[in-house]
């Protein structure tokens, strides 16, 4: 059964600050890796998509990377801001058709003015 | 506006008392499912569906039943709830299901 797992479990940065976010997981046969962001009391927001094929994908100051090989993921954010903060968690998708989201337990991000 | 809508957003029953959530999208996406979020384990999803009349178990599907008789709406029932079933559901959307994930903002459920 895949896990995926968060490291760290929370995070504290000033304002300006770049940071990095990791993300592993176990078995490497996956068709996707999508990082989300989850603020309190609200659902999630998909903020980045990489398909198996790709080795990373950038939406404005957010990157993030794939290395299936090895089962990690790097959500790279520069210049953190105060409205960053929130708690990110990433999911990765099976490779058979139909198969499950396995989710980590997040990174809880909070930017400090 | 495209979006996922999850009902009620906060269900306080008792042990026993048959439920359902309601989760309904309106982006014509194939594949919808439920997830819950606990504390320390973090989203775990408990069915999905591909599309119409198609259904299949994750990975906590016990003591939950879905349908999928319409695209747009893919509720959840609990028959039978028990207090081990107190948890935050979240449903979701996507286009096809290596798409981007749409999620609803969740329903808080505590079974006494």
């Known amino acids: 059964k895949q896990e995926v797992t968060q490291i760290p479990a929370a995070l504290s940065v000033p304002e300006g600050e770049n940071l990095v976010l990791n993300c592993s997981f176990t078995?490497?046969?996956?068709?996707?890796l999508q990082w989300f962001r989850q603020d309190p009391g609200k659902g999630l927001t998909s903020l980045l998509l990489?398909?198996?094929?790709?080795r990373e994908q950038t939406s404005g100051r957010l990157n993030a990377s794939l290395d299936k090989s090895s089962g990690r993921s790097t959500l790279y954010i520069a210049a953190s801001q105060p409205g960053d903060s929130a708690t990110y968690l990433c999911a990765v998708s099976g490779m058979v058709i139909g198969n499950q989201f396995y989710f980590g337990t997040g990174t809880s991000l909070t930017v400090i003015p | 506006e495209a979006q996922v809508t999850q009902n009620p957003r906060y269900l306080i029953t008792v042990t026993g008392k048959k439920l359902t959530v309601t989760c309904s999208q309106n982006m014509n996406h194939e594949y919808m499912s439920w997830y819950r979020q606990d504390p320390g384990l973090g989203l775990r999803q408990i069915y999905y569906s591909m599309n119409v009349e198609v259904t299949d178990k994750g990975d906590v599907p016990e003591g939950y039943k879905v349908s999928r008789k319409e695209k747009r709406n893919f509720p959840l029932i609990l028959e039978s709830p028990s207090p081990n079933q107190t948890s935050l559901y979240f449903c979701a959307s996507s286009l096809i299901q290596v798409s981007p994930l749409h999620f609803g903002n969740g329903t808080r459920l505590t079974v006494t």
């Open positions: 990489i398909q198996s094929s790709q």
């Open positions: 078995d490497s046969a996956i068709y996707n």
